[in-house]
Nanobody, 119 residues
Framework: QVQLVESGGGLVQPGGSLRLSCAAS????????MGWYRQAPGKVREMVAT???????NYADSVKGRFTISRDNAKKTVVLEMNDLKPEDTARYYC?????????????WGRGTQVTVSS
């Protein structure tokens, strides 16, 4: 069973940057994408970015050009570099394995890491 541990969140001012990391344990299949998702208070969880084992990426329109996802298959880690952060990026961020589209996830959700963008 895959377990996921997210880290790197925090409080940042608008326009700032953060780097989120996710470490996975357990079996991850080469065909599984890994991705980042977020949930703001009162809203449904949404896909932020996903990446396949060969580096194909998919981003939500709201983060294109600002966020970059990367993955280390050997270490089973996935990183989300977030730049030019906006208050609307405030949410709890989670990683998971799943499809490139982000519509299906395969593992149980971890605790996530909180990102707050505020002046």
């Amino acid at each position: 069973q895959v377990q996921l541990v997210e880290s790197g969140g925090g409080l940042v001012q608008p326009g700032g940057s953060l780097r989120l990391s996710c470490a996975a344990s357990g079996k991850i299949y080469s065909e599984d994408a890994m991705g980042w998702y977020r949930q703001a208070p009162g809203k449904v969880r949404e896909m932020v970015a996903t990446i396949t084992s060969d580096g194909t990426t998919n981003y939500a329109d709201s983060v294109k050009g600002r966020f970059t996802i990367s993955r280390d298959n050997a270490k089973k880690t996935v990183v989300l570099e977030m730049n030019d952060l906006k208050p609307e990026d405030t949410a709890r961020y989670y990683c998971n394995t799943g499809t490139l589209s982000g519509t299906t996830v395969f593992a149980s959700w971890g605790r996530g890491t909180q990102v707050t963008v505020s002046s």
